[in-house]
């Protein structure tokens, strides 16, 4: 759809297509980056009720990318947009009670968030509510919980969620220890690109823990976590050479 089409479709009103604008501004894609514009289109949405343009918007309004920031405004757009059913809006109100510095932090409420976000297919709320069913953060610790948690999004593809479960196996946290079942956790997280999960297979290549003690393994999947940015995998790497 050419960006003619695009336009006038949203000066037409069309809610959706004024999304579509909203997110070519933000982004400078075919056009001028221009975040001023882009709430202004998102603001256009948002008064129709689309849900995804509360969202961005309280984005915005977090990030004050166009907009003045207001944690405010942002958390009661983020609540709107939530209660509209939209799954960003409920993780993103999680986050900020439980991430974000200039919103008082309660653990509850956000845990209340992000299981509100997983039950509407929220992979990322789902990997959360893992976390604090882990560490006992707003909830009562259960790690057998947390681990079936992090299978069900190792199974949906989450990388971060098999290097949970693979740790979980190795220390015995809630689960039999078992290196054997953690390097193959660590394998399928690797595979999906956790550097921390390469890590700790370079480690474990080191130890013979859970797999088959090798140097030239171990320089493998540290070199792999170090080109993606892992700092420990880089200073392992180099004390080898040493």
């Known amino acids: 759809m050419s960006f003619e089409t695009v336009l006038k479709a949203a000066q037409d009103g069309d809610p959706d297509a004024q999304v579509a604008m909203g997110y070519l501004f933000f982004k400078g894609e075919g056009v001028l980056q221009d975040r001023r514009e882009a709430a202004r289109w998102f603001g256009l949405a948002a008064d129709q009720g689309n849900a995804e343009a509360m969202c961005n918007l309280g984005y915005m309004r977090v990030h004050g990318a166009g907009v003045r920031a207001d944690f405010d405004k942002a958390m009661e757009l983020y609540r709107k947009s939530a209660e509209l059913g939209y799954a960003r809006a ?13 919103i008082e932090q309660d653990w509850e409420k956000g845990y209340e968030w992000y299981s509100k976000a997983a039950e509407a297919g929220s992979v990322m709320g789902l990997y959360r509510v893992g976390v604090m069913l882990l560490e006992g953060r707003g909830v009562e610790r259960d790690p057998k ?10 199974d949906a593809g989450y990388p971060k969620a098999g290097y949970r479960l693979g740790t979980m196996y190795l220390e015995g946290d809630g689960v039999p220890k078992d290196a054997d079942k953690a390097s193959k956790f660590m394998i399928k997280a690797a595979d999906l690109g956790s550097e921390d999960a390469m890590c700790a297979l370079g480690k474990m290549s080191l130890t013979g823990e859970g797999m088959v003690r090798s140097d030239n393994n171990a320089r493998k999947w540290l070199s792999k976590a170090a080109a993606r940015g892992s700092e420990e995998a880089k200073t392992i790497l180099e004390g080898m050479k040493r």
């Open 90 to 102: 409920m993780f993103n109100l999680g986050f900020m009670y439980t991430d974000v510095e200039g």
């Open 145 to 154: 919980r947390a681990a079936e948690t992090f299978q069900r999004c190792l």
